[in-house]
């Protein structure tokens, strides 16, 4: 068991890969926004890399627990501390009952935290996965954001929790974030709806050039970026609509750069599964945990093309990374 002693910013109950394989019925994957960080704490307490666990995002969490676990934290540095005494990143602890785990707000870049515990998080799947999406109010606990005096159970540990503590992930495979008024740079591959047939030549090398802005009004929806004045191939969108970005409604993937009007918007884990806006890009799935550890109001984004071959090795290099023969004891 998991007693919630201060639920913090917005903390929720998310697992890896999330609600997959819905999309036709309108269900995003939810999950957690940095899954590199998430699966690596996974990992390192000894669970499955995809085990339900918490997102903390900008800190404030407080929790205790009430039997013997591993712990680990990986992502930004929220000034976690157990019982008073500050405990590192990308490492595995034991905590006993009546440990108290707490968080201040964030310490420097990055955005967001994960906690894993072994054994993981057991609340109720739904439809398959216990990953909290708050648009639909479904998942994880209640479907909603943890609040103090939330008591969240836990499964049976697979590895002795004592053997699970002490172990670290290397420093070189430790992500390194941006600092605020910094730039990301973010993997993209072209289209389903880029030039020469919805936007101009010119139009895709700026969208591949520019230091793009991450709107403060962004979240695990979607993130906006700056407004553009776009040539467009079109003059209209035809039987989609009179805006050249408006096309027959569709399917969107997760991670396409949505053009809404001028405005590009970056359709994450919790976004809309389709409509009639063109969508010039999509994050390649390895880079996708970048967005988690973006500012909203902050971060800058630099797309980086890459083909459809080389986001596909990027995701299998990502995969063979985040795997317990790599960590090293403490």
Request: with cysteine; glycine share 14%.
């Amino acid at each position: 068991m998991l007693e919630v002693r201060n639920g913090g910013f917005e903390t929720t109950v998310q697992d890896y890969p999330g609600r997959i394989g819905m999309l036709s019925l309108g269900f995003a994957p939810a999950g957690p926004m940095d899954d590199y960080a998430f699966r690596f704490a996974n990992v390192l307490v000894g669970n499955p890399p995809g085990a339900a666990g918490l997102e903390i995002t900008a800190g404030g969490l407080v929790v205790a627990f009430h039997d013997e676990r591993a712990i680990a934290v990986c992502g930004a540095d929220m000034g976690a501390r157990l019982n008073g005494q500050p405990i590192e990143l990308w490492r595995s602890y034991l905590v006993r009952a009546g440990d108290v785990l707490e968080f201040d707000y964030l310490q420097g870049a990055g955005f967001r935290t994960y906690l894993a515990v072994s054994g993981g998080i057991d609340v109720p799947p739904v439809l398959g996965s216990r990953a909290t999406y708050l648009p639909g109010a479904i998942g994880g606990l209640e479907g909603r954001k943890l609040q103090q005096g939330d008591r969240l159970p836990l499964g049976e540990p697979m590895t002795d929790p004592a053997q699970a503590a002490g172990r670290r992930v290397p420093a070189s495979l430790v992500p390194t974030y941006p600092g605020y008024n910094e730039v990301w740079e973010v993997e993209a591959t072209r289209g389903p709806q880029a030039d020469p047939d919805y936007m101009t030549p010119d139009d895709m090398a700026f969208f591949f050039s520019h230091h793009w802005k991450l709107d403060a009004a962004s979240n695990r929806t979607g993130y906006r970026l700056d407004i553009h004045k776009w040539q467009w191939a079109r003059t209209s969108g035809g039987a989609g609509g009179g805006h050249p970005s408006n096309i027959l409604d569709n399917g969107y993937p997760v991670g396409a750069v949505n053009v809404c009007g001028d405005q590009p918007i970056i359709l994450c884990i919790d976004g809309p599964t389709l409509g009639g806006f063109i969508c010039n890009a999509v994050v390649a799935k390895a880079a996708m945990w970048k967005l988690g550890q973006m500012v909203p109001g902050w971060s800058y984004i630099r797309f980086k093309e890459v083909t459809l071959e080389e986001a596909i090795a990027l995701v299998k290099k990502q995969d063979e990374t985040i795997h317990e023969s790599n960590l090293e004891r403490s």
